[in-house]
């Protein structure tokens, strides 16, 4: 007897077939990944001092613009993440 969720991938997979990834692909997947991670901690750090200091010197509206600038480099990082997984994931 199978249980639900064995079920539930089996009318998945006959839905949307999974998707066989080589050993290639999933290693430069890893590295995109890595890279974003990397990328996100660097500007982080970077934006996340500049806020601090800013919010020292008491300028709240200055902090939130930095805030939003960090939330946008987010975002755009992990967007261009997942476009090129999707790249090297169309190679196949």
């Not at 476009?83 to 090297?88: L, Q, T, Y």
Request: proline residues 1%; glycine residues 2%.
């Amino acid at each position: 007897m199978k249980s639900a969720y064995e079920l539930a991938m089996e009318r998945l997979a006959a839905k949307e077939p999974v998707l066989q990834l080589s050993a290639d692909q999933k290693q430069r997947i890893a590295a995109i990944e890595a890279k974003c991670k990397a990328d996100i901690a660097a500007k982080e750090l970077l934006l996340q001092s500049e806020l601090a200091k800013t919010l020292a010197a008491g300028a709240t509206e200055e902090a939130a613009k930095i805030q939003r600038q960090l939330t946008d480099e987010i975002r755009r990082l992990e967007e261009k993440r997942e476009r090129e997984k999707d790249a090297v994931r169309s190679e196949a």
